[in-house]
């Protein structure tokens, strides 16, 4: 079987699909698998073995085709989306200045970092948009990191993958060192 996370970055997809491989430990985890920066990177050949059990997490930004050739591979499909924008765009700037994707960092760092990036955020807002439009077309069950975060909503995802498990979400910690935050976009 196969459970393929469609994500978009900075939406809390990488703690979850951790999270998820500690309620499934049978499960292969391939994070983002054609990222070459990733150390589940399965090369320019682009083969999983779909025969095994796996997690795959995989980051939408205008990749559709190979989107669409995981879909058909996967036995169950579902999305992450990050409905506030502005916190979301926060933690891309900081990743993208410093290439810290999956370490804490400071808000100062934002006002650091956030010069020169304007074509880099509508880039990323495009394809959001894209994401967006793409899981209505296709009808993919989609959750969000507010809902899964804040809120009770994992017990849905649960639901929808039908696991049972007692390990605690979130696995794992925020990036972002302060909670109560004012936002500088």
Sequence with gaps: MTILLIAEARSGSTNLAKWLKKSLPDFNLL??????????FVGNNRIIDYTKDNIISEKYFFNESLINDM??????VFCLKRERLVDQLESYIVAHKTNNWYDEYNPQDIYENIEGLSEEIKKFVDSKKQLSDFVKENNIKTFTYENLYYENGIQDLKTFLNIKTDVPFPYGKKYRKDINKKTVI
């Design 31 to 40: 994070n983002e698998p054609f990222n070459f920066r990733s150390s589940d």
């Design 71 to 76: 879909i058909e591979k996967s036995d169950i």
